[in-house]
Nanobody, 122 residues
Framework: QVQLVESGGGLVQAGGSLRLSCAAS????????MGWFRQAPGKEREFVAI????????YYADSVKGRFTISRDNAKLSMYLQMNSLKPEDTAVYYC???????????????WGQGTQVTVSS
C-alpha cells in the first residue's frame, strides 16, 4: 500500500516556475513507476510525465516537453515536478500517482494523491 501527498502548488505568473513534490509512504516506493497527471476545469485528466523506478527513464506529454522535469529520490520517498516557463493553459489540479507494474505507460495507476492546484495567470 502506498499513500501519496502532493505539495508545492500555487499561483504564478506566466513564464514563472513552480516545483511540485509528492511525498510517499510505503516500504516498496522504489519499486513503483510514478507519474504526474493534471485535470483542468471541464476537461479530462491527462498525463503529464512518468518516471521509472530508478529515475533513469522518463516520458513527457508533448505539451510540457522541454519545460517540465520529473525526478525522484527513493531515499526520501519523494517525487518532484519542476515546471518552468509556465503558461495559462498549464492551470490545473496536479496529481501524483504510482503503480506496481514496470510498464512505462499513462495507464493502470493504483494509487493517487489528493491533488494540488496550480494556477498560471496571464
Amino acid at each position: 500500500q502506498v499513500q501519496l501527498v502532493e505539495s508545492g502548488g500555487g499561483l504564478v505568473q506566466a513564464g514563472g516556475s513552480l516545483r511540485l513534490s509528492c511525498a510517499a509512504s510505503g516500504r516498496t516506493f522504489s519499486n513503483y513507476v510514478m507519474g504526474w497527471f493534471r485535470q483542468a476545469p471541464g476537461k479530462e485528466r491527462e498525463f503529464v510525465a512518468i518516471i521509472n523506478w530508478s529515475g533513469a527513464t522518463t516520458y513527457y506529454a508533448d505539451s510540457v516537453k522541454g519545460r517540465f522535469t520529473i525526478s525522484r529520490d527513493n531515499a526520501k520517498l519523494s517525487m518532484y515536478l519542476q515546471m518552468n516557463s509556465l503558461k495559462p493553459e498549464d492551470t490545473a489540479v496536479y496529481y501524483c500517482a504510482a503503480k506496481n507494474r514496470p510498464t512505462m505507460s499513462p495507464y493502470g495507476y493504483d494509487y493517487w494523491g489528493q491533488g494540488t492546484q496550480v494556477t498560471v495567470s496571464s
